[in-house]
């Protein structure tokens, strides 16, 4: 009897995979039987199979809407790979082009349709979907329809009316960073009220996370990159533009493949770094955030943010864009005073109305409180998405090498006091000469040696002092003022510290070490491969690395579409000798298999 295709066949037929992962098994069956989903799990969770396979197991097209042109392009060229009858309809095509696919589409030879929101809105498209039989519509990215998600976009708004122009076809939304706010508003407004939602944890075990106080910052990431990442692929976060270029400047200098990335560059030099960064090895983009929504390349192994992200779920979307392929992956977070008072500015002087701008000071709070905080720093990220850790988490800077915290209330008081008793206008330099006792020229013409306050702090060292501010201002106790030079004054609960209301648990900061002692160690391979492989079994990965790189370059195309770097890892452990050993191997499915199975037996044949 035959027997119609199943969830489980077609992951390992198209896909190479023989389990499926996490919830998705449940999600596939729901859809499939027709039922509305909202999927929260994370970045690299595998949320692209909850609609594809269901696309595949029911009949018409399915219609996936992708915020971006880059991402439906690799999204689709990758199914192609598989053997999935995949296309994106947008802008990218010409008339001719468009016409062809429509002709496709209604002869039924497309499994899979990615358009952008805006395309899905246009009437004339509606209509000219309603001509086919449609499998299911599936919203990525779907935190962009909340306007309590940090990166709003107006056009998914309309994507709640779906829901009457198609009755009775399945719907999913799905998203990797959402707060619970955000996840109540994103079902209501895409009328997926009666959805059922399948929850995992947004935690990312693979990252480690890492939040370091700015001294000497390219320093620090320079560091950072020769003792953890030779060799790898990564981001590198700047606020501006021209931060942007100076530090990829100064890489470039250092003898990395450093390359800039922004909005004010012009298109083609800017496309054609993100081409390098996708398509060779080793390629750090220094970036603003212009860069990174829909790069779905697996391998990038750091992300390291030289400025403040703007909130807790911007963090988290950055930042997961490491190691999406599961392997080892680090992210590293550089902030000091200055970056919490300009983001508070950019907030202050931004256009948006007095609500939206309390709810991005609100965001931003929570990010400094996990910027300052003495616990495991998964645990106070997944806090912030309603998650509880059970255990400290053992990846995280604070985990690794744990902070002293130490009771400052005093100490808390000292320096609130300093702040009131100096007329709250001085900035954080002079308040600690104050405490300090420092008697400097602008000391002695303010009289301020004569407050009682002065010299009181002389036990505590210049760098704790601005350690307190600096968790003083994370707390909200104490407001930069930026029309006055960065100068302090009380805010918040500052006057209940003062009078004593309130006990404080500060954290004592480490000195910025060099952290030498774990320093080179030779080879050059990335940490990642380090963890997995010995030296015979990286020579076979180097060698498959090399023909995955032909090939990609062949076909135009990024080496992760190719093959990702854990299946090139498994194909190096395991050194199948035939096609049949070869097609068990995670991640090779049957029109892999044929496309690329002889040259890389052939290749594996040389160890
Ligand atoms: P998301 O969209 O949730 O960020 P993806 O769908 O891109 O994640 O999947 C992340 C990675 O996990 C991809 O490399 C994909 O090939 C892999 N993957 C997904 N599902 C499975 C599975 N069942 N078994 C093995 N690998 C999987
Ligand atoms: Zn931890």
């Known amino acids: 009897m035959a027997e119609g295709p199943t969830p489980h066949g077609i992951l390992k037929d198209l896909f190479g995979h023989d389990d499926f992962r996490g919830q998705q098994e449940a999600i596939i069956g729901h859809v499939w039987q027709g039922g509305d989903a909202v999927v929260f799990a994370p970045t690299g969770g595998g949320k692209s199979l909850c609609y594809q396979i269901p696309a595949l197991l029911r009949p018409g097209m399915a219609i996936v809407v992708s915020p971006l042109i880059a991402l439906m392009r690799d999204q689709v060229e990758a199914l192609r790979q598989s053997g999935v009858r995949a296309a994106a309809y947008n802008s990218d095509l010409a008339e001719g082009e468009a016409q062809h696919l429509r002709r496709a589409i209604l002869e039924g030879e497309i499994d899979l349709l990615y358009a952008a929101p805006e395309r899905l809105s246009l009437p004339g498209f509606q209509a000219f979907l309603k001509q086919v039989p449609i499998a299911l519509i599936a919203i990525d990215e779907a935190h962009c329809v909340s306007q309590w998600g940090h990166d709003f976009r107006p056009e998914y708004m309309k994507l709640g009316e779906l829901a009457e122009l198609f009755p009775g076809v399945p719907r999913l939304a799905l998203t990797a960073t959402a707060d619970p706010q955000t996840q109540r508003d994103l079902v209501h407004r895409l009328r997926l009220d009666a959805a059922r939602i399948f929850s995992s944890s947004f935690d990312r075990p693979n990252i480690r996370f890492s939040i370091e106080v700015k001294d000497n910052p390219k320093r620090q990431l320079l560091g950072f990159l020769e003792r953890e990442h030779r060799g790898d692929s990564g981001i590198v976060y700047c606020l501006s533009r021209r931060k942007v270029e100076e530090t990829a400047e100064w890489l470039k200098g250092q003898g990395l493949k450093a390359l800039p990335y922004h909005a004010g560059m012009a298109a083609g030099l800017r496309q054609a770094n993100q ?311 995670p991640g090779i499915g049957a029109s892999k298999l044929e496309r690329y199975g002889a040259r890389f037996l052939e290749a594996l044949a040389q160890s």
């Open 275 to 585: 081409d390098a960064f996708l398509k060779e090895e080793g390629v750090v983009l220094v970036a603003t955030i212009a860069f990174g929504m829909g790069i779905d390349k697996p391998d990038v192994r750091f992300v390291a943010h030289l400025d403040l992200p703007s909130s807790v779920e911007a963090y988290m979307q950055e930042a997961g864009r490491a190691g999406r392929d599961g392997l080892p992956a680090n992210a590293l977070l550089l902030y000091g005073l200055g970056d919490m008072a300009q983001r508070r500015r950019m907030i202050d002087e931004s256009a948006s109305p007095e609500a939206i701008k309390r709810i991005e000071q609100a965001k931003l709070s929570a990010l400094l409180g996990i910027c300052e905080t003495a616990e495991c720093r998964r645990r106070a990220l997944l806090r912030h998405f309603g998650e509880t850790l059970e255990s400290d988490c053992g990846n995280c800077d604070t985990c690794l090498a744990p902070v002293e915290s130490f009771d400052g209330t005093v100490a808390a008081q000292m320096a609130l006091s300093a702040v009131y008793r100096t007329g709250q206008r001085f900035g954080i330099g002079h308040l600690v000469d104050v405490l300090t006792g420092n008697e400097t020229d602008k000391i002695r013409s303010w009289r301020h040696d004569q407050l009682p306050t002065f010299g009181v702090g002389r036990e505590t060292g210049k760098a704790e002092w601005q350690s307190i501010f600096r968790q003083l201002v994370a707390r909200g106790a104490l407001a930069v003022d930026h029309d006055n030079y960065g100068a302090l004054r009380l805010a918040g609960d500052a006057r209940a510290i003062l009078k004593g209301e309130l006990a404080l648990k500060l954290r004592r900061d480490r000195r910025p070490t060099r952290r030498a002692e774990r320093a080179a160690r030779g080879g050059g391979e990335s940490a990642a491969l380090r963890q997995s492989l010995d030296a015979e079994e990286t020579a076979v990965f180097e060698r498959l690395r090399a023909l995955r790189t032909t090939l990609a370059r062949e076909q135009g195309v990024p080496p992760y579409i190719v093959f990702q770097d854990t299946t090139l890892i498994a194909m190096a452990k395991a050194r199948p000798r035939d096609l049949d050993g070869l097609g068990t191997i």
